[in-house]
């Protein structure tokens, strides 16, 4: 199946830094991509699509100024969360649509620890 | 959105064929019935998709009946790897909705 790659997989950070996760799709080019978030033992939250060359779109409850979305590239889609605090500390999983009625395919997912 | 239901947990024999059932009683005609499963601290695996006939590949079947208003996707022959959270989810346009799952359990 096709590839997504995100980066980095595990990142610790102090509180008030910022931190960019990356996601990138390797062997198809993505005009849409999500990104979500999980605590443990729950299921995956999505918080926002991103379509490429324009704003992302954020569920409800998402800020949207905290969570950065950009997706400048039909293989590439970043995410920055800003200002992090300990409560933002979570796995964050992005994936990449192949248009149609095809597959969703994830990254590896990042986990991400605000100190 | 079309919302699924299954059961919390099961378990299933190594060896044996694993049956994981999904209700979505009000799934629309142009909505596709797709399984993912996740592996503790991994993102999820594609697994199957279907609209409405049976579907199968490498890894699993999928059986919609005749209603599609359920789905079950079968492992022919589980192996402990095969232990996962096992997400049904009725896709409509982009939108992929992750619900809580099926926790998987392969027995030795």
């Known amino acids: 199946g096709a590839v997504v790659s995100q980066h980095p997989s595990r990142v610790i950070c102090k509180s008030g830094t910022s931190v960019k996760i990356e996601c990138r799709s390797l062997d198809f080019q993505a005009t849409t991509m999500f990104w979500y978030r999980q605590f443990p033992k729950q299921s995956l939250m999505l918080m926002a699509t991103s379509n490429e060359g324009s704003k992302a779109t954020y569920e409800q409850g998402v800020e949207k100024d905290k969570f950065l979305i950009n997706h400048a590239s039909l293989t590439l889609s970043t995410l920055t969360v800003t200002s992090a605090h300990p409560e933002d500390s979570s796995f964050y999983i992005c994936s990449a649509l192949i248009t149609g009625p095809g597959e969703l395919f994830f990254g590896e997912g990042s986990r991400l620890t605000v100190l | 959105d079309a919302k699924t239901t299954q059961p919390p947990s099961m378990d299933c024999a190594e060896g044996r064929a694993a049956n994981l059932p999904c209700n979505h009683s009000?799934?629309?005609?142009?909505?596709?019935v797709y399984w993912y499963r996740q592996i503790h601290s991994q993102g999820p695996q594609y697994i199957i998709h279907?609209?409405?006939n049976n579907e199968t590949n490498e890894m699993a079947s999928l059986i919609i009946t005749e209603d599609r208003k359920s789905s079950t996707l079968i492992l022919p022959h589980a192996t402990l790897r095969d232990t996962a959270v096992y997400y049904c989810i009725v896709r409509k346009g982009q939108n992929f909705v992750f619900g809580p799952g099926t926790r998987l359990s392969v027995l030795p």
């Open positions: 279907g609209l409405k």
């Open positions: 009000t799934i629309s005609g142009n909505e596709y």
